[in-house]
């Protein structure tokens, strides 16, 4: 049976737009509705150069994708050269890109474009670490929804850098039926709502998936969290596409394992919950299909990176 999974974050144009959007918001940070009076005043306007971005630190690369961008919106008179793609192991010490033209404009987009591609190579190479914890696994890594406001598909972007794989976008692109859905879904029972089941939310996911939904047609992935195998046993039997077994212990994950191979063998199990870099391997050993941590995201250091000067005059 073919596998179902959410869609990969790619460097389409969804990502460009969003990706142009932060830029803009990023000159305004550092322009406002002025100019750079130091370069201004100190670099003539027809002064050029060229700069190398490199890496003091050994990483995953992620964001050059980003840097036409950069560029265009910042109406930037360079030209650009990528000594690697994305994806890539960084060289520390050597160019992943080379940088020339107008030195006023070098200088004006230097932090800008550091700042994104040390943010994105940090989620790529946490990403990458975590990674290759699950060498020898059948289990693969996935992100979350715990993203930097407004990076969503860039941050996901850096984690397929990283080797990993995507999970749902956003709420738009999947059911995703968690504990606070069952407590507010539950019918009206002696005045007080009720605990709407996992199975009876999946079953009533299922039947929207693929058909009419808020005038909109709903996604076809359907997934429900649990937090007991007695939820888990029951949820079952509906069989959704993977139930997220959140925080269970390595005992309770191989007996979920078990469960599932018994009742509903198609289904996935999706481990969530104290995800580290020291526990993925162990719970990636129980036999659970999916692994997801938003540690990926949010735990991410930005990676060392600098731009270095090559010339002063170069043409």
Not at 211 to 223: C, D, I, L, Q
Request: hydrophobic share 40%.
């Amino acid at each position: 049976m073919k596998r179902r999974d959410y869609a990969p974050v790619l460097a389409d144009a969804a990502m460009e737009d969003d990706c142009r959007q932060l830029i803009r918001l990023a000159v305004r940070e550092d322009l406002d509705r002025s100019i750079d009076w130091t370069t201004v005043c100190l670099i003539s306007q027809d002064r050029r150069g060229r700069c190398d971005v490199v890496s003091r630190q050994v990483g995953i690369c992620a964001g050059l994708v980003a840097v036409p961008w950069i560029v265009d919106e910042m109406d930037a008179d360079l030209d650009i050269e990528m000594m690697i793609q994305d994806g890539e192991a960084l060289p520390v010490g050597m160019p992943i890109l080379k940088l020339t033209g107008n030195a006023r404009d070098l200088l004006t987009c230097e932090r800008l474009i550091l700042n994104l591609l040390s943010r994105l190579c940090g989620v790529a190479t946490l990403t990458s670490q975590f990674a290759q914890q699950l060498a020898g696994t059948k289990s693969r890594l996935y992100d979350t929804r715990k993203t930097t406001p407004g990076y969503r598909r860039l941050e996901k972007y850096a984690v397929r850098c990283g080797g990993g794989n995507n999970h749902r976008t956003g709420l738009f692109d999947g059911f995703l039926v968690k504990d606070n859905h069952l407590a507010l879904a539950g019918e009206l029972i002696d005045g007080k709502h009720g605990l709407l089941s996992a199975r009876s939310a999946a079953e009533r996911a299922r039947a929207w998936s693929g058909g009419r939904a808020e005038s909109m047609k709903a996604p076809e992935m359907v997934e429900i969290e649990v937090d007991s195998l007695e939820q888990l046993e029951d949820v079952l039997l509906a069989k959704p596409d993977i139930v997220l077994v959140d925080n269970f212990s390595l005992e309770q994950l191989r007996a979920a394992v078990s469960m599932r191979n018994r009742i509903s063998p198609e289904v996935e199990l999706e481990a969530s919950g104290n995800v580290k870099i020291d526990t993925i391997a162990e719970i990636a050993r129980t036999g659970v299909e999916r692994i997801s941590s938003g540690a990926l995201t949010h735990q991410a250091v930005w990676l060392d990176l600098g731009m270095d000067w090559a010339s002063e005059n170069a043409t």
